[in-house]
């Protein structure tokens, strides 16, 4: 199967940057689609952005602009530069990956890392 493992998440000042990595690992397996989701406190999981293998991306509304999704697919790496940070940001961020494993297709979540926007 396939491993995600996330980094990046901190407490960051209102208006500060913050950059998230999340890798995937594992053997036999492509990716289709990498992004990010989060949930805060009380709140549903929510898209944040996604970027396909085409490197076609797709960000929630609330942070177009602000933030920036890459990838390096050669390392299965996906990044989420967070700029112009606000308290609303703050949520446990989760890396997500849709891909082929042996044939079949799955949906992959990573662990989680919190972030927190606050003075």
């Known amino acids: 199967q396939v491993q995600l493992v996330e980094s990046g998440g901190e407490l960051v000042q209102p208006g500060g940057s913050l950059r998230l990595s999340c890798a995937a690992s594992?053997?036999?397996?492509?990716?289709?689609?990498m992004g990010w989701y989060r949930q805060a406190p009380g709140k549903q999981r929510e898209l944040v952005a996604t970027?396909?293998?085409?490197?076609?991306?797709n960000y929630a509304d609330s942070v177009k602009g602000r933030f920036t999704i890459s990838s390096d697919n050669g390392k299965n790496t996906v990044i989420l530069q967070m700029n112009t940070t606000n308290p609303e940001d703050t949520a446990v961020y989760y890396c997500?990956?849709?891909?082929?494993?042996?044939?079949?297709?799955?949906?992959?979540w990573g662990q989680g890392t919190q972030v927190t926007v606050s003075s």
């Open positions: 997500n990956a849709r891909g082929w494993w042996r044939r079949s297709t799955y949906n992959w």
């Open positions: 594992g053997s036999d397996f492509s990716i289709i689609i």
């Open positions: 970027i396909t293998s085409a490197g076609i991306t």
